[in-house]
């Protein structure tokens, strides 16, 4: 009779020892280079101009959060296949009552409702890491992405971070601005992603959740400005 062989331990992902391979070591820095490039870029070259139409003025004037069927360009360029959509909503405050909500990221779950918790990796005057964790409709998800602020332009911009762990997007990307107008502001919400697999209804519960996290983030300024 043969002996019986003793079992094989399983083989770690990643390289040896769980650590990821050489080749995907030197990939990353050149990732997030290419990242931080790519977003300021996007800052020094401005936001695409998202004007509401003379129909979505009227929505807004009648206190409606407007929202637009399609994704934002990135880097300036359409993207086939993307999902997303831009959204406005008037405020009638400054604009430095909603900044000052926009920029307390770990409190984004008190304005978008799908969100479970936001958690601040790194963070500077004018950047920021965030790992972002939720649930749309019967999708849980979890993503990291990178910020670029603007504070003397009332503006952010963020994109995915390739370089971690990110189960719901392929790519996501967009941002806020704030403008100014005669008696409030008008708010612009732009986002677009590339889904990482088939989720069928997200485009419907992500128009939902947008449509209340404006409605939210506008009574919460002016709770905050009154």
Known sequence: MSRSRRPRAPKQCGGVGGRRPKAVE???????LALAVG???????????????????????????VYRVGA??????????????????RVPTGPEPVWSILIQPRRYPEIFSG??????????????????EGKFGPFDFHYHTRYALQPDRHSMTWRLDPTRNNDVFDDNWGWWQLVPEEGGTLVIYAMGSVPSSWQPLAGYFERRGILQ??????????????
Request: aromatic share 2%; net charge positive.
């Open 26 to 32: 030197r990939a990353v820095p050149i990732a997030l």
């Open 39 to 65: 977003l300021r870029v996007a800052l020094a070259a401005g936001i695409p101009p998202m004007a509401p139409s003379a129909d979505e003025r009227q929505q807004l004037a009648r206190g409606e959060v």
């Open 213 to 226: 996290a404006l409605a939210a983030l506008r009574d919460a300024a002016v709770r905050r400005g009154g």
């Open 72 to 89: 934002p360009p990135r880097d300036g360029a359409t993207v086939p296949g993307a999902r997303g959509g831009v959204a406005f909503v």
């Open 115 to 132: 969100l479970r918790s936001v958690e601040v990796l790194e963070q500077s005057e004018t950047t920021w890491l965030l790992k972002t």
